[in-house]
Nanobody, 118 residues
Framework: QVRLVESGGDLVQSGGSLKLSCRVS?????VFWDIEMGWFRQAPGKQ?????????????NYADSVKGRFAISKDNARKSVNLQLNDLKPEDQAVYYC?????????WGPGTQVTVSS
């Protein structure tokens, strides 16, 4: 059974940093190595939006709003994908979800809350 579980969300002051992690289980390492993973976020009353993705070979893509502040990375040994959040702003406050598409199906974690106080 494929599962994604996020962690690392917290309350942080504006300008602060957090590191989010997403552990994946239920797929073998060689599959995880090539699979594209993504972080998304959803604020109250807003649609879920892409934050960052990382694909095979480490190719990354970021939303314009987070470029230069956030960094996505994969830890293949731990089958996890991380998101480093720096210089956080109140508008970054949201529930953050990791996601992957595997065999034509989208998988999502339950999310982790990031709260930014001004």
């Amino acid at each position: 059974q494929v599962r994604l579980v996020e962690s690392g969300g917290d309350l942080v002051q504006s300008g602060g940093s957090l590191k989010l992690s997403c552990r994946v289980s239920g797929i073998i390492l060689s599959v995880f190595w090539d699979i594209e993973m993504g972080w998304f976020r959803q604020a109250p009353g807003k649609q879920r939006e892409m934050v960052a993705t990382i694909g095979s070979g480490g190719i990354t893509n970021y939303a314009d709003s987070v470029k230069g502040r956030f960094a996505i990375s994969k830890d293949n040994a731990r089958k996890s994908v991380n998101l480093q959040l720096n210089d956080l702003k109140p508008e970054d406050q949201a529930v953050y979800y990791c996601s992957m598409n595997y065999r034509g199906q989208n998988y999502w974690g339950p999310g982790t809350q990031v709260t930014v106080s001004s």
